[in-house]
């Protein structure tokens, strides 16, 4: 049960955060970029001090290995997956998005395709199990974002042909 209410801890908060982001940057006082930089130097001394922490054996969860245990191909994965791309181009990506899209559709189909790659590349590279609950999940997911994201609301559609037919 920690991993879900961690899960749903972080979704809060992302949720949270990237509407802020989203009203800041349709404001126009501040790019993309600009937001991006602010949320780095400000996420980092914090993600600093937790490492440290967790490091020490500080917290509920167990300490982590020392940094020196790392060799050569878990410094490539975690330079390149999640500091290049997860941390620098996948955010750079979402951040441009959300300065000139709706935090209602960017957000839905960043965090759609997230769980679709996850899910195949954990079957795929990483030997997890799949099975018909996770395709169906996954298919939902996917199904409910291009709903969200291709068709307009169904209010707006009925407005728009009520005053076509008076």
Known sequence: MKPILLAIAAGLCWGIGEACTRSVLHEGRVGPMTALLIRALVALPVIV???WLMVKGIGTLDPEPSIREMDLVSWVK??????LLAGAIGIIFFYVALSVGDLSVVKPVAFAVAPLVAVLLGWLVLGETMDLRKVAAVLLIVAGVVLLSVQRPV????DQTSKAVS
């Open 78 to 83: 975690v330079v390149v997956g999640s500091g």
């Open 49 to 51: 001090l937790a490492w």
């Open 155 to 158: 209010i707006e559609s009925v």
